[in-house]
């Protein structure tokens, strides 16, 4: 199995939504990340919100190759109305993921679930829905989303809802 579980300091053992971090997964660049395994089905932005984003469009391979931190575009959605970005944030420092997060999720979901499923109060990727967001806008109404099911990215109108999937950027350097 390719994921583990984190757990909060002092919480070794405990599984139990309050007691761990997320689970983490490993991207291709070699970085982890942490899902949260709580998950929320929401559209990205209401059609009247669009404006708000100030995010510039880009195409998969820019969304790709972006190095920015997903959780300052994530703050910019928060702060635009969206729905999926509030769900994350109110969790505590979470971000809607990159596109290269996403990848990461796909390659790893079922290995998320089969961890889920020992968390008391976790949902599983597979019963949510296989279609989710990340933090990248796709011309002026769409957003890169990454379809699970099948393994690739496409744009959607954000006023749909898909998942809405926690993540971090994992360091085990400063859990130390």
């Known amino acids: 199995m390719k994921a583990r579980i984190i757990y909060k300091p002092g919480k070794e053992g405990i599984n139990s939504l309050d007691a761990i971090r997320g689970i983490a997964v490993k991207m291709f ?7 949260y395994p709580k998950y929320a089905e929401l559209p990205l932005l209401h059609r009247e919100d669009y404006g708000r984003w100030k995010e510039k469009s ?8 972006d190095d920015r931190d997903p959780r300052e575009l994530t703050v910019a959605l928060v702060e ?20 290269q997060m ?5 390659v790893n979901r079922y290995d998320i679930d089969e961890l ?4 008391e109060g976790a949902d599983l990727l597979s019963s949510c829905g296989s279609n ?14 990454a ?5 690739f990215f496409g744009s959607s109108g954000m006023y749909g809802s898909f998942l ?8 085990l350097r400063k859990q130390a």
């Open 102 to 106: 996403l990848a990461a999720i796909v």
């Open 58 to 65: 880009c195409s998969e391979v820019e969304a790709l190759t």
């Open 132 to 145: 989710y967001w990340s933090c990248f806008r796709c011309g002026g109404s769409g957003a890169w989303r």
């Open 116 to 119: 889920a499923k020992e968390i």
């Open 29 to 35: 660049n070699g970085q982890e990340i942490l899902v």
């Open 80 to 99: 635009a109305g969206s729905p999926a970005a509030k769900f994350v944030d109110e969790l505590g420092g979470f971000s809607l993921p990159s596109l």
């Open 164 to 171: 809405a999937v926690p993540v971090s950027l994992y360091d």
């Open 147 to 151: 379809y699970g099911s099948i393994g």
